[in-house]
């Protein structure tokens, strides 16, 4: 069983940065690939951004390519996602996710726990 509490959302301008934290609960984090994903009103979920058990591969939506970077260190049990250059079409709920099966999956339902989210707005 994995607990995960995601934090660092806000209101950020565009051109700016933030960085999102997940923490994790439970002594097996390292045992997880993670990945973040995001929900935007009316629009279905979507991977942003994972990264495999021991950080070794990294997967990137194509639309956050170059912009968005995705760690881990599972010394503290976190993942983060840093956000530069963050645009207005990426306000959304962000919800970071665990996945005991897979490397580094895009899918939801290849996802085992999920965190509550946390709202980033990005304003112009």
């Known amino acids: 069983q994995v607990q995960l509490v995601e934090s660092g959302g806000g209101l950020v301008q565009t051109g700016g940065s933030l960085r999102l934290s997940c923490a994790a609960s439970g002594r097996t984090f390292s045992m997880y690939a993670m990945g973040w994903f995001r929900q935007a009103p009316g629009k279905e979920r979507e991977f942003v951004a994972g990264?495999?058990?021991?950080?070794?591969?990294?997967n990137y939506a194509d639309s956050v390519k170059g912009r968005f970077t995705i760690s881990r260190d599972n010394a503290k049990n976190t993942v983060y996602l840093q956000m530069n250059s963050p645009k207005p079409e990426d306000t959304a709920v962000y919800y970071c996710?665990?996945?005991?099966?897979?490397?580094?999956?895009?899918?939801?339902?290849?996802?085992?726990?999920w965190g509550q989210g946390t709202q980033v707005t990005v304003s112009s």
């Open positions: 990264i495999s058990w021991n950080g070794g591969t990294t």
């Open positions: 996710a665990a996945s005991l099966v897979f490397n580094v999956p895009v899918l939801p339902n290849h996802y085992d726990y």
